[in-house]
């Protein structure tokens, strides 16, 4: 089904929500989006505002309250079949009660995992339709009696498959986990990691590698200029993560080469060894990476048919394509 209009509310500056937006005009005839940090001039000057002042949350409780208004307002004029919310914990459950009353219908594709577990069980059950990319909380919602669906993250892929001179050995873009520190911590040891992400590595061992922040944009470059895309799960060891994370599917979008920390759920996205490679010790984390640094040829044939599957299986539109047969079994425009 093709609905008449889709409210898109997602941050403009965010690595996800511009290419939900550009693939969710494939099934609305008018897509609109509503950036829930700064929908206008005002909230923009609030924000600048926030970070002049001491008292954070003061200044917090009044941009959001102002967009709140400012997305029900949206909403009102705009008149959507679907509100279509990608995380925004932001907008108030009681903004989001309000307007499933007057008839509107809410989504919400929610990226964060079981570490998010008390936000989660307490908000899912107020939207239409809560979709997870993490089967460990769709099996957890599903025990306290809330609906919700399994999707997992994607990619917006190269369209062709380039092979370009590689600037870094091996690299990793993200914030800083205990768990990342002691897996990339002999790869670094070597001298064969280099870094960007959160300031917290700034105050880590890993600081004379570190490079500072970089936008989504600059991330893929980064990406297509690593000969190795280093990667693990956020979180803990003993925190239940059931879930391919989202870089794994936007690295081998872009043609990169992934060696990922092992997670059972990666076998049912990716053929290990062929389209990605996995390790499961700092160990053999740093036994692979040189391995792979001394072999271009087998590197770049794992990288290019790990693109190959990404573009075939794993894009928005494919996802979207499975979020929306949930929704149209269920409705009647």
């Known amino acids: 089904m093709k609905f008449k209009k889709i409210l898109f509310v997602g941050h403009s500056l965010s690595t996800f929500a511009p290419n939900i937006f550009n693939n969710l005009r494939m099934f609305a005839n008018d897509v609109l989006m509503f950036d829930h940090y700064s929908p206008d001039v005002w909230s923009k000057f609030l924000g600048l505002l926030k970070n002049k002042i001491v008292d954070l949350r003061f200044v917090d409780k009044i941009i959001n309250e102002y967009i709140n208004t400012a997305f029900t307002t949206t909403v009102l004029k705009y008149q959507p079949n679907i ?127 570190y490079h500072g922040e970089i936008t989504p944009s600059q991330t893929l470059e980064i990406i297509r200029n690593s000969k190795i895309t280093l990667n693990t799960l956020t979180g803990t060891d003993d925190t239940p993560i059931m879930s391919v994370n989202y870089r794994v599917f936007e690295a081998t979008g872009v043609g990169g080469f992934v060696l990922t920390s092992y997670h059972p759920p990666l076998e049912k996205f990716y053929k290990i060894g062929k389209e990605i490679e996995i390790f499961k010790s700092a160990e053999e984390a740093l036994a692979k990476t040189r391995f792979y640094l001394k072999h271009d040829t087998l590197r770049e044939k794992i990288a290019r048919a790990g693109w190959e599957r990404t573009k075939r299986d794993h894009t928005y539109l494919i996802r979207l394509r499975k979020l929306f047969s949930y929704i149209d079994s269920s409705l009647d425009f």
């Open 83 to 209: 509100i279509f919310l990608f995380k925004c914990k932001n907008i108030y459950p009681e903004t989001i009660k309000k307007l499933r009353n007057k008839g509107f219908i809410i989504v919400n594709w929610y990226p964060d995992y079981y570490d998010d577990w008390q936000w989660i069980r307490t908000h899912a059950k107020n939207y239409d339709y809560f979709f997870t990319p993490c089967e460990y909380v769709l099996k957890k919602l599903k025990e306290i009696k809330v609906t919700a669906y399994y999707i997992p993250f994607a990619s917006e892929p190269d369209t062709e498959y380039v092979t370009k001179p590689k600037k870094y050995q091996a690299t990793f873009v993200g914030r800083f986990t205990a768990r990342r520190s002691q897996l990339f911590k002999k790869v670094f040891d070597a001298d064969l990691l280099d870094i960007w992400g959160y300031r917290h590595w700034q105050t880590s061992k890993f600081n004379s590698k």
